[in-house]
């Protein structure tokens, strides 16, 4: 495997300053051999600080902070920044890779899975998120041996990508007639009112959706209006919004109300879906034929087996066998490439 050449970048804002810090980071004797170049003296070894010519451009210092990694310290002008970038891309430094910067980011992080899962932690949606991330270091550590390392180009599995959730929220979609309670429903689980809930049929017309968090798993919940006769254009615009949602859900849930029947849905394309019977309270919830055909009975406005719908959605799309399973998990791609002994 060829060592790559020197990454370079700035780590003070590009505006004019007494001082400019910049890092130059990578294999040391490559790394030796472009400050060589550049000030036309020996680099200064690991821990000391040396002041140095940076060719005809400026001078300044130059700090060795380890084996691998130095700054340099020009004067602040954006115009020796610009002559300096120019110089060290013709000396072959380049523009770190993502998970370059994230160590610069990181610089407490004891390896490279350490240092991607505290950049992955810094962006997680979920609170789920924070035990199984700061976990995965360990065991990546533990899991160093094929077929880890061999598998650094092949996708993510089934169980990484549904884990992958608890960072990105999954698309939740809400189906159902008009009436059903759909506007009703998303109320009450945001704890505010986020759409209009009216009992005049088509009052939902947009494809509302909000950031809730299921009993620690952030979703984004997409309430959607109800498709009936007489449709009018904004409505039919609704239900083409709605379509769209539908075809990119990860999870669907139909929705219907004592009497109100189950409606079609069209376009989606995941297989995860849940048939809820809303208005549990009213008087004929029990002798309904919804309720036979529902694999849950709730109430938007009791409450009824509401923590039960959440715990059903929340487990449906992040699996508590996934969340106990102690394989290392691919959390981004490109993983098993830098796993601790690819990285060592
Ligand atoms: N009794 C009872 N009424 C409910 C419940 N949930 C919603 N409703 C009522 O049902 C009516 C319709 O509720 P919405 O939430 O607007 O229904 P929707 O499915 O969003 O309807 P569209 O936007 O027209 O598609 C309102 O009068 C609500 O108060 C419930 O759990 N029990
Ligand atoms: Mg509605």
Redesign the pocket.
């Known amino acids: 495997m060829s060592i790559a050449s020197p990454a370079w970048w700035w780590s003070t804002a590009h505006t004019p300053g007494a001082i400019a810090v910049a890092h130059l980071d990578g294999d040391a004797h490559l790394l030796e051999e472009v400050l060589r170049q550049l000030t036309g003296k020996e680099a200064p070894r690991t821990g000391e600080v040396a002041w140095r010519r940076f060719g005809s451009i400026d001078d300044g210092v130059i700090a060795r902070t380890s084996n691998q990694h130095a700054l340099l310290m020009p004067h602040g002008g954006t115009r020796i920044r610009e002559l300096l970038d120019d110089r060290l891309a013709e000396l072959g430094a380049r523009t770190p890779s993502a998970h370059e910067s994230a160590h610069a980011a990181w610089p407490e992080a004891a390896d490279r899975v350490e240092c991607a899962m505290l950049n992955t932690l810094s962006r997680a949606a979920s609170p789920l998120a924070v035990d199984l991330l700061s976990a995965q270091p360990a065991r990546w550590r533990q899991h160093t041996e094929p077929p880890f390392t061999a598998n650094a180009l092949s996708l993510p599995s089934p169980r990484d990508l549904r884990l992958r959730r608890l960072i990105t929220p999954a698309r939740v979609v809400v189906t159902?007639?008009?009436?059903?309670?759909?506007?009703?429903?998303l109320?009450a689980l945001a704890g505010r009112a986020v759409?209009?809930?009216?009992?005049?049929?088509?009052?939902?017309r947009d494809a509302v959706a909000a950031r809730i968090d299921l009993a620690g798993l952030v979703v984004d919940w997409f309430?959607?209006?109800?498709v009936r006769p007489d449709m009018d254009p904004i409505e039919r615009a609704a239900a083409e919004l709605a379509a769209r949602a539908l075809a990119c859900a990860d999870m669907v849930i139909e929705?219907t109300?004592p009497g109100l029947g189950w409606h079609a849905i069209a376009g989606a394309t995941t297989a995860l879906r849940m048939r809820v019977l809303?208005?549990?309270?009213?008087a004929n919830a029990h002798t309904c034929p919804e309720r036979n055909s529902a694999d849950l009975a709730?109430?938007?406005?009791?409450g009824a087996a509401m923590d039960e719908l959440v715990a059903r959605v929340r487990d449906a799309l992040v699996p508590p066998a996934d969340m106990a399973n102690s394989t290392p998990w691919r959390f981004m791609d490109g993983l098993p490439a830098i796993s601790a002994a690819a990285s060592a």
């Open positions: 159902g007639p008009t009436n059903a309670g759909k506007s009703t429903l109320n759409a209009i809930a009216h009992h005049t049929p088509g009052t939902t309430d959607t209006p109800g929705l109300a809303n208005q549990s309270d009213r709730i109430s938007a406005h009791t």
